[in-house]
């Protein structure tokens, strides 16, 4: 607590007395993550978390941390607000689209090759196994080198990614 004055050549003064209340520490975390993700928030201080975009993310938590789920494309504004002040902080959060399942089969015989499909376009494909099945980075081919399984993943430059296995037979 603390007190101005103004005081004028006369001598006559106006005077006012005032707190400054604390504010919660710095909204610390990932500010991106994709749906069906979570990640988790900081910040100093006692009091609740909400989110400004219900569509977009959910928010759980008290006090110095709290989970945020993503649940479609968009952005949510997070709040941190300690209860004693009603002081605030924000950060905001980006929910990525994870690309549409991959479509196109998932087996094929050795010294072949199957196309696969996913969405947006613009990925990138992989492969875990290239002793079993190569992929075509930006094409979506899958080649069938020798018998085994693979996981293919597809991902999108926000690294949300969809996967399924290939079996080489």
């Not at 991106?32 to 928030?41: D, Q, R």
């Not at 909400?50 to 952005?75: K, L």
């Amino acid at each position: 607590t603390t007190s101005i004055r103004y005081t004028q050549a006369s001598g006559c003064f106006a005077e006012t007395v005032f707190t400054v209340l604390a504010v919660p520490g710095d909204v610390t975390g990932s500010s991106s993550l994709c749906e069906g993700a979570t990640t988790v928030l900081s910040s100093a201080g006692i009091g609740p978390w909400s989110r400004s975009n219900t569509a977009v993310a959910t928010v759980a938590g008290a006090d110095g941390s709290a989970t945020v789920s993503g649940i479609s494309a968009g952005t949510a504004t997070i709040t941190h607000t300690l209860g004693a002040t009603g002081c605030f902080k924000t950060a905001v959060v980006s929910i990525n689209a994870v690309p549409a399942a991959i479509s196109g089969g998932s087996s094929l015989c050795q010294g072949t090759s199957l196309s696969l499909v996913s969405s947006p376009l613009g990925g990138t494909w992989f492969s875990s196994a290239t002793g079993v099945a190569t992929i075509g980075a930006s094409t979506g081919t899958v080649s069938g080198i020798a018998a085994g399984t693979a996981t293919v993943s597809y991902t999108t430059g926000a690294s949300c990614f969809s996967t399924i296995v290939v079996t080489v037979l």
